[in-house]
C-alpha cells in the first residue's frame, strides 16, 4: 500500500471549514484514498473515500488533485464535536486481505 | 443496536494470566479484524478474519490466539499476559472493502 503524509496538528475555528491535506505521491492506478478519524478514546470512524473523482457525502468532502497524488479533506462546517485525530489511507479496495495501514493522522483541534 | 461491540470495556489483569477479549458485530460482514493501538497511538492490524477462515496475522506473537465461532464473531485470546501487552484492542468488521466499522475498544492494563 502506497504510504501518506499528513501534517501531524491543525487548528480550525468552529463554523470555519477545515482543510486537511494528504499527500500520497506513490499512490497507484487501483489504490482508493480513505479518510477515517479517531474522537479521544473511541474507536476509529469511517469518513470517506475515492478513487480519482471528487467525492461528498453528510460528513465530509474529499478533494483528490488529477494527478492523484494528493488529496484534501474538508470538513464544511468544523464543530467542537469533529476535533479528533485523522487518517488518510491509501489502499486497493475489494478483496479479503483488506487491512487497513494507519499512519499518525493529523490531530484536528477545533476551536471557539 | 451497536453494530461491532466488544467487552469488557476496561480489563486490567496481572503479569502471566490467560484472558478474552470478545467482539460481536451485527452488520452481516463477511471479514473481522483485531487491531492494537498502543500508548503511542499507533494502531496495527494484528488478525482477520474472513467467513472465519483466518487471512491475515501480522507476526503477533503465538500467545495471542484468536477465534472465530461463527462470521458474527471474533474473540481474541492472550496467554501469559505481559506488561507489554498493555493497550487498546479494537475488533472492527468490513464487507468487500476497507470501509471497516470499528468496536469502541477494550483498553487492557497488565499490571
Known amino acids: 500500500d502506497a504510504k501518506t503524509t499528513q501534517p501531524p496538528s491543525m487548528d480550525c475555528a468552529e463554523g470555519r471549514a477545515a482543510n486537511l491535506p494528504c499527500n500520497h505521491s506513490t499512490i497507484s492506478g487501483n489504490e482508493y484514498v480513505y479518510w477515517y478519524r479517531q474522537i479521544h478514546s473511541q474507536g476509529p470512524q469511517y469518513i470517506i473515500h475515492?478513487?480519482?473523482n471528487n467525492e461528498t457525502n453528510e460528513m465530509a468532502s474529499l478533494i483528490i488533485t488529477e494527478d492523484r497524488k494528493s488529496s484534501t479533506l474538508i470538513l464544511p462546517h468544523a464543530t467542537l464535536r469533529d476535533t479528533a485525530v485523522y487518517y488518510c489511507i491509501v489502499r486497493v479496495s475489494g478483496g479479503t486481505a483488506s487491512k487497513l495501514t494507519f499512519g499518525t493522522g493529523t490531530r484536528l483541534q477545533v476551536t471557539l | 443496536d451497536t453494530a461491532v461491540s466488544q467487552t469488557p470495556k476496561y480489563l486490567v489483569t496481572q503479569m502471566g494470566n490467560d484472558k478474552s477479549i470478545k467482539c460481536e458485530q451485527n452488520?452481516?460482514?463477511?471479514?473481522m479484524y483485531w487491531y492494537k493501538q498502543d500508548s503511542k497511538k499507533f494502531l496495527k492490524i494484528m488478525f482477520s478474519y474472513n467467513n472465519k477462515e483466518l487471512i491475515i496475522n501480522e507476526t503477533v506473537p503465538n500467545r495471542f490466539s484468536p477465534k472465530s465461532p461463527d462470521k458474527a464473531h471474533l474473540n481474541l485470546h492472550i496467554n501469559s499476559l505481559e506488561l507489554g501487552d498493555s493497550a487498546v484492542y479494537f475488533c472492527?468488521?468490513?464487507?468487500?472493502?476497507?470501509?471497516?466499522?470499528f468496536g469502541q475498544g477494550t483498553r487492557l492494563t497488565v499490571v
Open positions: 452488520l452481516g460482514h463477511d471479514t
Open positions: 475515492g478513487l480519482k
Open positions: 472492527a468488521s468490513s464487507q468487500g472493502t476497507p470501509a471497516a466499522f
